[in-house]
């Protein structure tokens, strides 16, 4: 036990690392939590500093949605697990339509982590929800022993107030709606497996990670009957499209020549042996919404700047089968079905 | 990529194991949250089947609280991660004196871990949410290759609402109030350490976790003026009192005799070479209230099965210096400081 005074002892950010004391409860978890937390995503209502966080909502309906972040690499170009973990769990609750506005962030350290890669990840994640207009508000901090983790994981929850208009769900699409995607597909997973595999890549392909909420409000005021909103992230656009179908019990007809894929995106897919529809994306979109609205949404999409590349790449058709299907450029037809298996592990 | 019926084959829950296509977003990952998450947990809000979970709250403050739990070993007496991650949660958001009512839940796996393990976990926290009267919302999964997890990690995270006359926080205590504990001390850290270090005392102590938003719910309304609430976690009644003591300004003096602790604990503290109010429990709290109002608050306690041998254990006291202080059996007093560094790691 060592004496009080060791409470005011600074964090050595430069070359300190995670120890297990860093999750005992004690005082060492106190100062990371003060020192490093506090200090970045300081705000009014985690400065209340108990064990949960109490805060007034707009009224409307709550939405809620978690996600645990175990990217590998924690680093890749444009973006890093913190930035990520931030947008990810944004996008998620923005996609109903609704307004996030608070995070928790969940830490699992592991021993043996630069002290200085964590106050990067936990900038960026301070950086990325003050560009969200949202505030981290509560979190928790778990260390476990070096060989059982792999340097950071985090777990963000968000919560955000969705007005009575709007009902945006899964099993909303109906045949003759309009698919449409808010631009490049594919480059978030590109961007980690080309670092990944050391194909050298990474000059020309970065991810596409970012928060989707400013995007998603001028979509939903220029269209409030959006039918369906996803994004598409692990299993790219074929799981989640063959995810909607399954849940609206309708077909899907893609445009293969309409979906924006990056040139350097389709040659890194080639020869990582990808399909670029199965890659994951962290900073796209799908929306499936009328037919008659659907150009009124795409021109809102491109007003956007993270929708400028924004296309209508297909529509919902009647099918018992529940089958995505592709109209190649050649004129043909193919299932886009899901995949099995994993395509590509820890991509998120 | 494999034929569309494999989506339809079950899960093996008797012989199979934890694949990376677990979370690979495709249909494995489909078939694992269905088969085992969506079974298990089922509920109208589950069902919308979304990345988001959309709710009517209640009116009143919202409470929103993280907890990740990285507990080794899994199986323990008196529990498993699966109960302990909710019960964890719906403390942490009851203790702000709200009434805990969704959970979500996100699922860090290790490869190969046994499905039929993860299956019992999952149903341990589907029992423990019904009888919390929780619903878990909504979820995620992830999955990390083998040495880069520990089996399972769960992220829960709570929230509830609080009415407005309610107003427990860390900062209210004064000097004159009581402290109070709903029971037994060390239990939980005891039975996880002497399992761990094959002491064979798990037959004589069991962790205490349980949710005790049911004693709390009456604890308030017994005595709505409670200034503190707390769980005495990671660290113990020491970590949690002086993290009190520091964020009130105030000192604080327990007498020994009067703090519960079963002789088995004691035992096994002397053994292992631990200090009882350093151990972590899973199913107390204390409260910090007014003097005038310890005894009715005391019979509360006492009424309810979750509080049967509570007590007085203390008051808090002026001190610049935010000392916890004990007066043993002896007539002494000693300073119960914060642990510098862990004491036991992976206790939750």
Redo the contacts between chains.
């Keep these: 036990?060592?004496t009080?005074t060791?409470?005011t002892r600074s964090l050595d950010l430069k070359n300190g690392v995670v120890?297990?004391?860093h999750?005992?409860?004690?005082?060492?978890?106190?100062q990371l939590i003060e020192q490093l937390f506090g200090d970045a995503f300081a705000n009014d209502i985690l400065a209340?500093?108990?064990?949960?966080?109490?805060?007034?909502?707009p009224r409307g309906?709550?939405?809620?949605?978690?996600?645990?972040?175990?990217i590998s690499p924690l680093f890749f170009p444009g973006g890093n697990i913190g930035n990520l973990a931030v947008h990810g769990t944004v996008n998620?609750?923005a996609?109903?339509g609704?307004q996030p506005l608070?995070l928790?962030?969940?830490?699992?350290l592991e021993e043996g982590f630069p002290l200085k890669d964590l106050k990067t990840i936990v900038d960026s994640m301070a950086h990325a929800a003050h560009e969200a207009g949202v505030y981290i508000?509560?979190?928790?901090t778990?260390?476990?022993?070096r060989?059982?983790?792999?340097g950071v994981?985090i777990?963000t929850?968000g919560?955000g107030v969705?007005t009575d208009d709007i009902h945006i769900?899964?099993?909303r699409a109906r045949p003759g709606d309009k698919i449409l995607i808010n631009g490049y597909v594919g480059d978030h997973g590109v961007a980690i497996m080309s670092l990944r595999e050391g194909l050298g890549f990474e000059a020309s392909v970065q991810s596409d990670c970012a928060s989707l909420n400013g995007l998603i409000g001028d979509m939903v005021k220029a269209v409030p009957d959006i039918h369906v909103m996803?994004?598409p992230?692990?299993?790219?656009l074929a799981?989640t499209l063959n995810?909607i179908a399954r849940?609206s019990g309708v077909g899907m007809m893609l445009n293969e020549p309409d979906i924006p894929i990056r040139d350097q995106v389709r040659g890194a897919c080639e020869i990582l042996g990808l399909d670029p529809l199965y890659v994951?994306n962290e900073g796209k979109l799908l929306a499936i919404c009328p037919e008659d609205q659907a150009e009124t949404l795409l021109h809102a999409m491109q007003a956007h700047p993270l929708g400028k590349q924004a296309a209508i790449i297909g529509s919902v058709i009647e099918d018992a089968?529940s089958f995505v299907q592709l109209k190649t450029g050649f004129g043909g037809t193919r299932v886009v079905?899901?995949?099995?298996?994993?395509?590509?592990?820890?991509i998120c």
Excluded at 147 to 150: A, I, R, T, V
């Design positions: 036990m060592s009080r060791a409470y120890e297990m004391s999750g005992g409860g004690g005082r060492a978890m106190s209340q500093g108990n064990d949960q966080a109490a805060f007034e909502l309906k709550v939405v809620m949605s978690t996600d645990s972040f175990v998620d609750v996609l109903s609704g608070y928790t962030a969940g830490f699992i508000v509560t979190g928790d778990k260390v476990v022993e060989g059982h983790g792999d994981y777990n929850t919560i969705i769900s899964g099993e996803r994004d992230t692990r299993g790219g799981a995810e849940q994951a089968n079905d899901w995949i099995a298996g994993e395509q590509l592990p820890r």
